[in-house]
């Protein structure tokens, strides 16, 4: 599983409030990302990071700000939670900086009432 | 624009038969093609990719340029073939197709 883990694993919260994710890698790997997973729409990427405090936005990154101030997380935010968001949210990471081989956390469940 | 395209949302087929889930690309250059798998409750793994022309599992998938596709194959289907599998297109980032869900018939 490259020593990724994320949490919470399962999440339910309101409309307007705030939501950060957390991803968690062991293994020292640059690259991380954040996808969101929905029936009809396949694995969307949200934000991507190259490095400590380095971060980019993806395809579907209106509504969700990322912090990353170590190696080892990477913080996925939504500012103000809307019914849209309710989603299940994977981060991965990049095996090698030679090759685009992606390892995936085991994902969180959000819900948005 | 969609770079990668799986044109099945679901594939129902008996156990035993053969397997085949589609995948096109829109790129000019030489891609670099995954296969990823979802099982039921489990994480996202690398299936293949086309730079290694391995067999895991008994899938195999061949690009192919004058089609643009990356079909994955497995000439027997087994039940524990029943999961959500997608392609995925290297652009500057790995880009997913929408998946197919492939379903074994007993």
């Known amino acids: 599983d490259a020593g990724i883990t994320q949490s919470p694993r399962h999440k339910v919260t309101e409309t307007g409030t705030p939501v950060t994710l957390r991803c968690h890698q062991t293994?020292?790997?640059?690259?991380m990302y954040w996808y969101r997973q929905d029936p009809g729409h396949g694995l969307r990427l949200i934000h991507y990071?190259?490095?400590?405090?380095?971060?980019d936005k993806g395809e579907v990154s209106d509504g969700y700000s990322v912090s990353r101030s170590k190696t080892e997380d990477f913080l996925l935010t939504l500012e103000s939670a809307t019914s849209s968001q309710t989603s299940v949210y994977f981060c991965?990471?990049?095996?090698?900086?030679?090759?685009?081989?992606?390892?995936f956390g085991p994902g969180t469940r959000l819900t948005v009432t | 624009a969609q770079r990668v395209t799986q044109p099945e949302k679901l594939l129902s087929v008996f156990k035993g038969a053969p397997v085949e889930l589609k995948c096109n690309y829109s790129y000019s250059g030489s891609p670099e093609l995954f296969w990823y798998v979802q099982y039921s409750r489990q994480r996202l793994q690398l299936l293949l990719r086309?730079?290694s022309r391995e067999s895991i599992k008994g899938f195999t998938a061949d690009l192919n340029k004058g089609e643009t596709s990356f079909h994955l194959k497995k000439p027997f289907a087994q039940e524990e073939d029943s999961a959500m599998y997608y392609c995925?297109?290297?652009?500057?980032?790995?880009?997913f197709g929408k998946g197919t869900r492939l379903h074994i018939l007993p």
């Open positions: 995925a297109f290297r652009d500057d980032k790995i880009i």
């Open positions: 086309h730079i």
């Open positions: 991965a990471i990049r095996g090698t900086a030679s090759s685009y081989e992606q390892y």
């Open positions: 990071s190259y490095g400590v405090k380095d971060t």
């Open positions: 293994e020292n790997h640059r690259y």
